[in-house]
């Protein structure tokens, strides 16, 4: 049942449905690890013929690609056939803007016990890398797998990418020399600015490993002439010289006091005359159902179950954090994303 149906059912049935969710997203989940959209995306094919270029069994994928109908990834055609819709596209490895790395981010065995622990998270006062490893969060938990890392780091990249293109276009760079984009990863949001606007110059600005990757990335996205990769610490200090310093999913990785060191940083290298934005979820003031706000408190939930203080903010928590960064909340600009851009400039 579509979520925006669930206001006309009862109340027991919506309990259940919303107990039951978690089904829904290991059907996607699955079916972008087997890669049943890159199969499907050669065209309309029988379950038979999905299950054989899969590995599969024919029975159990045709149960999973009926279960994938329903929800309007895949489209029954009522000849014994299935394809692709437009949702199914967008899980294809080759897809322009793939989520597939999403997907399976959200799907790895990390995140799947992480959210397992959400009660105790609540209870404890813990985040759940500390309740399941011993670790401070899950950053240190990365560091321990290479596998987990390397689907965390694509996951996000792939996020990155669709966020980037939607800040270039959503915010004016007129006047904009060089943009430096702190804890930058491996510079999608980044590469994508420096492609829409050619007069942009950046610096991309992360820990010395992940910076030594972005160099590649940078390069490969055309923009390597125009962009140099910093390795540092953010807590301690950040390239001076930028018009725009730029916090993309960085901040609502941290509790109050660790964002706040973040951002007296950036106002320490901050001329004047620079502008500092934050690219994060802005949640509103009161809680009212909608699928966007639905999308905010779940991503909230993520952020504790990850790292426990760490979550998404109002904007007026972001005037606090600001305001204690020696910094002024200038404006909020919304975006079709989820993301707004939270723009600020010295007191």
């Keep these: 049942m579509p979520i925006d149906s669930l206001a006309e059912r009862s109340p027991q049935a919506v309990a259940a449905w919303l107990a039951m969710a978690y089904r829904g997203s290991q059907a996607v989940i699955s079916a972008t690890k087997l890669g049943v959209p890159d199969v499907l995306g050669k065209g309309a094919m029988t379950s038979g013929e999905v299950a054989q270029a899969t590995g599969t069994k024919p029975e159990m994928m045709h149960r999973l690609l009926r279960a994938l109908a329903a929800f309007e990834v ?66 240190p938990y990365l560091d321990k797998d290479p596998e987990q890392a390397r689907i965390f780091d694509a996951g996000q990249s792939a996020g990155s990418a669709l966020v980037g293109a939607v800040a270039a276009q959503a915010y004016d760079f007129t006047g904009i020399g060089r943009v430096v984009d702190v804890g930058g990863g491996q510079g999608k949001v980044l590469a994508s600015i420096l492609k829409a606007h050619p007069d942009v110059r950046g610096t991309l600005f992360d820990l010395p490993r992940v910076a030594e990757g972005a160099a590649a990335n940078l390069a490969s996205e055309g923009v390597a002439d125009r962009c140099e990769a910093v390795g540092g610490d ?112 010295p007191a």
Aim: hydrophobic share 45%.
């Design 234 to 345: 953010m807590f301690k200090a950040v390239p001076a010289g930028g018009d725009l310093y730029l916090l993309s999913h960085v901040i609502h990785d941290w509790g109050d006091a660790d964002a706040t060191r973040v951002l007296q940083s950036c106002r320490r290298a901050m001329r004047p005359e620079a502008k500092l934005v934050i690219l994060d979820r802005v949640m509103p003031e009161r809680i009212e159902p909608s699928p966007g706000v639905q999308a905010h408190v779940l991503s909230d939930l993520t952020m504790m179950i990850a790292h426990g203080s760490a979550r998404e903010r109002t904007a007026r928590e972001f005037e606090t954090l600001l305001d204690a960064a020696g910094l002024r909340l200038a404006r909020v600009v919304p975006t079709r994303t989820p993301v707004s851009l939270v723009e600020a400039v």
């Design 74 to 139: 895949v489209s029954d055609l009522g000849d014994g056939k299935f394809e692709l819709t437009a949702v199914g596209d967008c899980l294809r490895a080759d897809a322009a803007d793939s989520l597939r790395p999403l997907v399976l981010m959200w799907g790895s065995d990390s995140s799947w016990q992480a959210c397992g622990k959400l009660a105790e998270c609540v209870k404890t006062g813990q985040n759940a890398y500390r309740i399941l490893h011993g670790l401070d969060n899950l950053f």
